[in-house]
């Protein structure tokens, strides 16, 4: 198991940025394929994006790409979210997940954060 505290969530302007943190407990940090998620008031939870063990691989949902980079430093047991060009319409509760040994995708997260909140202004 991994435990997983997310930070960076706040209040900002349409085209603004955020810079999302993930802190994993634990040292097999490494073996996770890591991803976000987030989830807006009276909708289900959607996949943002998702980087392998290593960095090597990453995947996007298309309502990000080109916007959102998905990141992360082993040594320091952290996965990152860069939100660039935010939208209104991408306020929401982002959530990060950590899946064992998992595909680069949105399936098969078992450990997630607690969240933090996003709000953007229009």
């Known amino acids: 198991q991994v435990q997983l505290v997310e930070s960076g969530g706040g209040f900002v302007q349409a085209r603004g940025s955020l810079r999302l943190s993930c802190a994993a407990s634990?040292?097999?940090?490494?073996?996770?394929?890591m991803g976000w998620f987030r989830q807006a008031p009276g909708k289900e939870r959607e996949f943002v994006a998702a980087?392998?063990?290593?960095?090597?691989?990453?995947n996007y949902a298309d309502s990000v790409k080109g916007r959102f980079t998905i990141s992360r430093d082993n040594a320091k047991n952290t996965a990152f979210l860069q939100m660039n060009s935010l939208k209104a319409e991408d306020t929401a509760t982002y959530y990060c997940a950590a899946n064992y040994y998992g595909l680069v995708d949105q399936y098969g997260y078992k450990n997630w954060g607690q969240g933090t909140q996003v709000t953007v202004s229009s």
């Open positions: 980087i392998s063990w290593n960095g090597g691989t990453t």
């Open positions: 634990g040292r097999t940090f490494r073996t996770y394929t």
